[in-house]
């Protein structure tokens, strides 16, 4: 996982590179950050050097929410065909997970997010 800040306001964090069938989390998100824009890598290798595009699929988005400390689902999910498709999480979590379904013609992914004070 990578994690960078730009002037303590904005963080770019992503998770592992894993298998289209696996759940995977970006851990310590930071809970001073309010607004997550998030979407989808997907690619043909665990290399991450060749990007596809599925040929269908869909990723449900969660956040870990600081106070309850469950997971809570965004209202909508990530359409894998698109890979410019976002969601957004507005809330103080402190992990943030896709759990992806059906995914085809990639067979990796990786989640990222753009976090906002």
Known sequence: M????????HKLLSSPIVAVAATTTIANVGVSSETHYIGARYY??????????PGAG???VAGLDE????WTDSAATLTCTDVTDKETITANVTSIRGVPT???????????ASSNV
């Open 2 to 9: 990578s994690n960078t800040s730009v002037k303590n306001q």
């Open 44 to 53: 043909t290798s665990s290399a991450d050097t060749t990007t596809a595009t």
């Open 58 to 60: 869909t990723v449900v």
């Open 67 to 70: 106070a309850t400390n469950q």
């Open 102 to 112: 059906g995914i085809t013609t990639a067979t990796h992914w990786q989640l990222f």
